[in-house]
Nanobody, 125 residues
């Protein structure tokens, strides 16, 4: 099954932007929905955004709506998360994972093997 690798995290100030990338190990990636998740210290993991296999359907958590944009380039087997107007509360380890559909992303039915090591995002105030 597809394996994903996250990159693009870093330490930035509040109000800055970052773009995360989620690269897939093979072309089967183009047939799956992909989601971005995050986990802050002491908190449960939460889904941030998701995108359908075609890119035609996206969804966002209320906390990031209007600030984050998820997109994908199937030719490059990569999903992106553009994060603008970052806030200290966005600090977390960000992960991407694949699933059969956007509904499966929301219900947590992701492919276990698709999870990467995550990328740290730290926002200073």
């Amino acid at each position: 099954q597809v394996q994903l690798v996250e990159s693009g995290g870093g330490l930035v100030q509040a109000g800055d932007s970052l773009r995360l990338s989620c690269a897939a190990s093979d072309r089967t990636f183009s047939g799956y929905a992909v989601g971005w998740f995050r986990q802050a210290p002491g908190k449960e993991r939460e889904i941030v955004a998701g995108i359908s296999w075609s890119g035609g359907s996206t969804f966002y958590a209320d906390s990031v709506k209007g600030r984050f944009t998820i997109s994908r380039d199937n030719a490059k087997s990569t999903v992106y998360l553009q994060m603008n107007s970052l806030k200290p509360e966005d600090t977390a380890v960000y992960y991407c994972a694949a699933a059969t559909s956007t509904v499966a992303l929301i219900t947590g039915e992701t492919f276990r093997s698709s999870w990467g090591q995550g990328t740290q995002v730290t926002i200073s105030s």
